[in-house]
Nanobody
Framework: QLQASGGGLVQAGGSLRLSCAAS????????MGWFRQAPGKEREFVAA????????YYADSVKGRFTISRDNAKNTVHLQMNSLKPEDTAVYYC????????????????WGQGTLVTVSS
């Protein structure tokens, strides 16, 4: 199971750090990703990290502002979000996939429950 946390209300330009804690099994051999879903919109890819942490992937909209990292010893993944914008407002989900793909939601097999990020202008 995956448990996302760290969401909250922040002003534009601020920062938040999301965490995703895995339990019940090790996800060290999985690609870990973050997705988000704004009201009335489809869930979209935000960032992903390879099983060893050597390779990261970002949506163009967050590149340079967000950083994904993982600690396999602690079975956790983090998303550091800086320079937040109102358009970053969404429910953020962490997910784990076997690595058959990176961007599409269908590439991920396990999903956390989501944590709400609200960025005020």
């Amino acid at each position: 199971q995956l448990q996302a946390s760290g969401g909250g209300l922040v002003q534009a330009g601020g920062s938040l750090r999301l965490s995703c804690a895995a339990s019940g099994r090790s996800f060290s051999n999985y690609v870990m990703g973050w997705f988000r879903q704004a009201p009335g919109k489809e869930r979209e890819f935000v960032a992903a990290i390879s099983w060893g942490g050597a390779t990261t992937y970002y949506a163009d909209s967050v590149k340079g502002r967000f950083t994904i990292s993982r600690d396999n010893a602690k079975n956790t993944v983090h998303l550091q979000m800086n320079s937040l914008k109102p358009e970053d407002t969404a429910v953020y989900y962490c997910a784990a996939g076997s690595g058959r793909g990176i961007i599409g939601t269908s590439n991920y097999d396990y999903w956390g429950q989501g944590t709400l990020v609200t960025v005020s202008s």
